[in-house]
């Protein structure tokens, strides 16, 4: 199980395209909690696709919410 705090959580529940059972399991956990593996996983992916489209300026530099972005990825990773 990983981690995530309050502020992660509502970051990724405003950011994230979510399916509901994946909003479900974030704010399950939103006051500070874990997050089963599975979930873990597919948050990550939901992270990558967001970096994507809005986590980079026009000069390929991170942006605050792409610098998030790939810390949660990080964080989300199992290896």
């Not at 994230?16 to 997050?35: F, H, K, Y």
């Not at 992916?45 to 792409?66: I, N, Q, R």
Request: net charge negative; glycine share 6%; proline share 1%.
């Amino acid at each position: 199980m990983i981690q995530l705090n309050r502020n992660d959580v509502l970051f990724m529940l405003t950011m994230l395209q979510l399916t509901p059972c994946l909003s479900q399991a974030l704010q399950e956990v939103s006051s500070g909690g874990e997050i089963l593996d599975d979930y873990a996983d597919e948050l990550r992916d939901c992270c990558t696709d967001c970096l994507d489209e809005v986590g980079f300026d026009e000069s390929y530099e991170l942006t605050e919410a792409g610098k998030k972005l790939e810390r949660l990825i990080d964080t989300l990773f199992i290896g």
